[in-house]
Nanobody, 117 residues
Framework: QVQLVESGGGLVQPGGSLRLSCAASGFTFSNYAMTWYRQTPGKEREVVASMFNYGITDYADSVKGRFTISRDNDRNVMYLQMNNLKREDTATYYC???????????WGQGTQVTVSS
């Protein structure tokens, strides 16, 4: 069955960096677009970044220039490198299968990122 397992979240000071990972299994990873979402209590989930299976990337305006999405199709892993983190980046981050237009069909369990001094 499809599984998406995130890791790498944690507590970081403003201006710091984290790298999230998403280990995928149960499907042909290289055939699918993958997307990172995030959610804060009381707010709707928002798309953070997407990477299509042909390599094109797309980012939310709020993270452009700070976050980088990447994938390793040989290892079935997706990454989100987050630099210059801001307090407003605090959220639960979810790895999902699918692009932002079609909407995801599978979600990981989420990993918490807290940006605080």
């Amino acid at each position: 069955q499809v599984q998406l397992v995130e890791s790498g979240g944690g507590l970081v000071q403003p201006g710091g960096s984290l790298r999230l990972s998403c280990a995928a299994s149960g499907f042909t990873f290289s055939n699918y677009a993958m997307t990172w979402y995030r959610q804060t209590p009381g707010k709707e989930r928002e798309v953070v970044a997407s990477m299509f299976n042909y390599g094109i990337t797309d980012y939310a305006d709020s993270v452009k220039g700070r976050f980088t999405i990447s994938r390793d199709n040989d290892r079935n892993v997706m990454y989100l490198q987050m630099n210059n983190l801001k307090r407003e980046d605090t959220a639960t981050y979810y790895c999902t299968r699918g692009g932002p237009l079609d909407g995801p069909d599978y979600w990981g369990q989420g990993t918490q990122v807290t940006v605080s001094s």
